[in-house]
């Protein structure tokens, strides 16, 4: 096993009868399961408590990653070598004027586009399942004396030397150790959907690309990922879909209410969706949107929503508890940065932990990199939302050389993730 060597540094600063660092990992997702992988691996004593009793499927639809993350992570065993994604190259723009799609801007835009459930079969299969417990909801956590207690829903409390609240974008650890830091409503919801590509009557718009469809009511994202099993060939891939929606804070709650009338207060799952919406946005789509993504709406049998939503802690520590993945911020999905962020700040608390001599100056050091990183994402992330959902915007006005302008008002000199497989 890659890294499986006499613990060193910081790894060794555990209260337990051998010394090794005792963590605590809240949450077997992505952020969850590569912690807890690469934690391990540095020589910690691991446990994750997940919530969720059955098994985590099908969570997000399709995901996009650097190439520089993914080779990363499978050079550290973290992904299988062959691990199922779908390259893409470009991303163009359109619009849709008088019904003609028109072409605004091919941009170079490089990603391996995959999924929820490749990124999550990947991880969870290196997780052992004697460390993984499932159904066992942490309902506290309280910092102690040089570690932290943890205590479950059914009562049961441990201490630990090191939490990792891997928890998700409503995390328990954040709003008991940061009360006052919440999520904020950006303004928009997103209609999402995932067909076989079986189903459309052509994916040549789609092949390496990954398509903006621009509209006053906001834009929609498609591109293709692998299938269910992580089948990459022509003909057994997947198209992901997302319109993201303007709808002011004051229609939140009936954009969240299912077909029985219960409210949701971040989503609404597939299947949950009244009909007459979903026939609404089909209309919506077939007057706004260029014919092929019309298409992809119109053949979604159960498209869900997940509104989108602004958050940034502004540490990720207190004491030995830290936050990590979306428990720690919540980039808007623009930058394709949330799994990205999660999986980099999992690497980064293993090597901080083997190449510092204290805890403390791991935590310290973890922390100050991860809550500035990410802290810039968020902030790149609503800016690039902003000027994507902007209905003041006249698409139809825009050509190559002006739509090349505006993203670089956008974007300026940002960049996004750089990093090295040096330990
Ligand atoms: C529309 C959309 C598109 C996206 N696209 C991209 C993209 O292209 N690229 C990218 O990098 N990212 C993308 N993301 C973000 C990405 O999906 C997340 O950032 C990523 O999955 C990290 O998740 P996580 O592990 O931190 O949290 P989650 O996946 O939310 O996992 C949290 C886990 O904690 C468990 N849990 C919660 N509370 C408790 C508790 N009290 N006790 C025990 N367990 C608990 C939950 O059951 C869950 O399993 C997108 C997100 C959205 C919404």
Redesign the pocket.
Known sequence: MPGATVPVGAVNSGKGPDGRLRVCV?????????AAIELQRAGCEVTI????AGS?KD???????PFALLELLQARDLFDAEMAFVPIKLRDFFVRVRSEDRLLWQQGFV?A?TS?DE?YRNLRKRVDDDIYRQG????AIETESGGALVE??GGQRRVFDLVVC????????RRRLFAGEDLRYAGYV?W?GLIEEALLSSVEPYEGINIFAMSRLGHLIAYLVPGKQGETGPGERRLNW?WYLNTPQAELGAALTDRNGRKHAT?LPAGSISEARVGRLRELARDFMPGFVSEAVELTEQPFI?A?FDLHTPSYRKGNILL?????S??R?H?????????YGAVALAQALKRQPSLESALTLWNEEQSREGERLVSLSKRLGEALQDPMQDWADMGEEEMSLWWKGVIGDEEWYVMTDDG
């Open positions: 809240v949450g077997g997702s992505i952020a969850g399961c590569a408590f997940e919530r969720s985590l969570r997000g639809a399709g995901i996009g990653i990603i586009a929820w990124l066992s909801e942490v309902a479950l829903a891997a928890d998700g974008y409503t995390s328990t650890g997103m999402r997302g989503s997940q989108i990590l993945g979306d428990a720690s919540v980039a999905p930058a394709a940065a949330g799994a990205t962020k999660a999986l």
